[in-house]
């Protein structure tokens, strides 16, 4: 009894061992254990792939977190130092405005003394 199962268009994909597991010619017993070791060899090699895609997977996740935490961070420290230079900028304002108000009223009182010292004679 022969089997043979053919998939179109292999090019190759499925080889393991030399054998292409798309193109199987199961003659004999022998044929059909070789067969089904090459078929468990290509599983298990593509299991372990498909692991190693997961593990992949899971640090670039893993990676994208962090980064997105650190802009986060990052953004809210340029924002505090923002903040943090507005207050200061707001304190040095009213500073500023404190000494031009204590600076018009002394020019106020130098000019009511001078007119004091003028009506003295009069």
């Not at 061992?17 to 599983?43: E, I, K, M, P, R």
């Not at 372990?48 to 670039?60: E, F, K, V, W």
């Not at 990676?63 to 809210?76: H, I, K, Q, R, V």
Request: aromatic content about 4%; charged content about 5%; overall charge negative.
């Amino acid at each position: 009894m022969t089997t043979t199962v053919t998939t179109p268009a292999s090019q190759n994909l499925l080889v393991q061992n030399g054998t292409d597991l798309t193109t199987l010619n199961v003659t004999s017993a022998s044929s059909a254990q070789t067969a089904l070791n090459d078929v468990n060899q290509a599983l298990s090699a593509v299991t372990n792939y498909a692991a190693l895609i997961g593990a992949t997977q899971d640090r670039m996740t893993t990676a994208n977190t962090f980064n997105t935490a650190l802009m986060t961070n990052y953004a809210n420290g340029v924002s505090g130092m923002v903040d943090a230079d507005m207050n200061t900028a707001s304190t040095q304002l009213q500073a500023l405005q404190t000494q031009e108000q204590l600076g018009i009223q002394s020019l106020s009182i130098a000019n009511q003394n001078a007119a004091l010292i003028l009506k003295l004679f009069q």
